[in-house]
């Protein structure tokens, strides 16, 4: 383990990520025995979840979504039916006020696809949120990248790449207006004597005319805990980084190695130094699946089970539809081309840098999905994580279920006892909002963020 003064004293933050589906990252595994993903459409089976994670000091739950279905992989959605490839898959906004319910500290981190969203009712719903959970809401700010979505949607086709980020710039200001410029912060009065609830003088009409937008009226939604959720995202395209290091405070990132994550890491530092912020105040999470057990010979044998069951050519198909190119047209040695799509580019252009054929592919989905695995007893997982957050400089992980509900059961009754040990968990909750949890800073966004000039 390191023995750098600095970096081992970083507390590693952790989320649970997770989708309202049955397959959502590790694909097949709902065909285990003890795999309850299928009932996730009954509310205890997410109360539950979020009971289980509280006890475990997780930061949050980071809930994926998308538009769509993934149709890509043989041109049909074929394996996506019977191998419930995300699909079916629920509206993730609608068990949080449950979750938020059974517990006092956990966060919710949820996808939504502003391209399909009005900015309004998207701000309205929201900012609801934000007070139902005492400001315990985050936003994942997508585009959407599957053509399926433009015809469930109506439109004609997908939006180029930078367009879908320009017009998500014009979205986000516009929100931004409704949550913190409509309402000053003592508009409420609930002055029962003098029969004034909100003060009419502290509460001022948006006045918006954009290129995507238009909108003009009193925000509905007095000032929440957080104003604006947390903002999360993960652009790694040229345009993406952008965008995603003037304005989010959380980022996801994804690569094959640590040292290639070492160098988006510095990248995104110094992207949102030059754009006025401090290189810190993005926090940096990396997707991983874990498989531990009492010891590394138990871990072993657990993962050896559980890819019994796991469905390697799902994760293909799933993988399909992320870059836009049918990977069941290539042999299992032949080497796949890059080519140039309108899909996710940090995973598309892969395919620039290296041969990658399906069998590579194949043995990086041992449990049908592409993440990075960890793999031992609890004390040896810890020390994996906090080597690979040491060497990375990332600040914490997003940890994918694969068997449900044991994968969460064990890493919380495993590993986190040994993070603590070590020094690099928390003991116990803080107190406050998710942002305050998260930075320390209180429950706004900070004056240096692009919001300050939306607020009134």
């Known amino acids: 383990m390191t023995t750098n003064s600095t970096q081992s004293a970083k507390k590693i933050l952790l989320n649970a990520f997770d989708m309202n589906s049955v397959g959502h990252i590790n694909h097949g595994l709902w065909t285990h025995p003890r795999d309850e993903s299928h009932r996730f459409n009954e509310l205890s089976y997410w109360t539950d979840l979020a009971q289980t994670l509280e006890t475990g000091l997780f930061d949050g739950l980071f809930i994926a979504d998308i538009t769509g279905v993934y149709d890509v992989y043989q041109n049909n959605i074929d394996l996506t039916l019977k191998e419930s490839i995300q699909l079916p898959s629920h509206d993730p906004s609608t068990m949080v006020s449950a979750m938020a ?16 969203e009005s900015p309004y009712q998207f701000a309205r719903r929201f900012a609801s949120l934000d007070h139902l959970t005492h400001g315990r809401i985050g936003w994942n700010i997508v585009t959407g990248y599957l053509d399926s979505a433009e015809r469930l949607i109506g439109h004609k086709g997908l939006k180029d790449h930078d367009l879908r980020y320009e017009q998500a710039e014009e979205f986000l200001e516009l929100c931004y207006k409704f949550w913190e410029g409509s309402w000053e912060n003592d508009a409420i009065q609930k002055d029962k004597t003098n029969r004034i609830f909100s003060d009419p003088k502290k509460v001022h009409q948006i006045q918006h005319q954009g290129k995507f937008y238009q909108s003009q009226g009193v925000f509905q939604v007095a000032p929440s805990i957080q104003r604006t959720p947390v903002l999360y995202q993960a652009g790694a395209s040229p345009r993406g980084l952008a965008f995603a290091t003037q304005h989010a405070e959380a980022m996801f990132i994804g690569a094959d190695h640590p040292a290639k994550i070492k160098l988006q890491v510095e990248k995104i530092r110094k992207l949102a130094q030059e754009q006025g912020r401090d290189p810190h105040a993005i926090k940096l999470f990396v997707g991983i699946s874990v498989v531990t057990a009492e010891t590394d010979q138990l871990a072993q044998e657990k993962l050896a089970e559980y890819s019994r069951y796991a469905s390697p050519e799902a994760g293909l198909a799933h ?44 043995a990086q ?73 998260l930075f320390q800073q209180g429950n706004l966004l900070p004056a240096q963020h692009p919001v300050q000039q939306f607020r009134c």
């Open 101 to 116: 319910a059974v517990t006092q500290h956990l966060g919710f981190g949820i996808t939504v696809n502003l391209s399909y």
């Open 319 to 362: 993988f399909s539809s992320s870059i836009g190119l049918d990977l069941a047209q290539f042999g299992d040695d032949e080497a796949i081309p890059y080519k140039q799509t309108n899909s996710i580019a940090s995973v598309n252009n892969k395919f620039k840098d290296q041969k990658i054929t399906r069998n590579d592919l194949k």
């Open 365 to 437: 989905h041992l449990l049908g999905g592409r993440y990075p695995l960890f793999i031992g007893s609890g004390a040896s997982v810890a020390e994996q994580l906090i080597d690979f957050l040491d060497e990375t400089g990332i600040d914490g992980f997003n940890l994918t279920r694969t068997v449900t509900p044991e994968s969460h059961q064990d890493f919380i009754r495993l590993v986190i006892p040994e993070l603590q040990q070590r020094g690099r968990y928390k003991t116990a909750y803080d107190s406050g909002s998710l942002r305050h949890k």
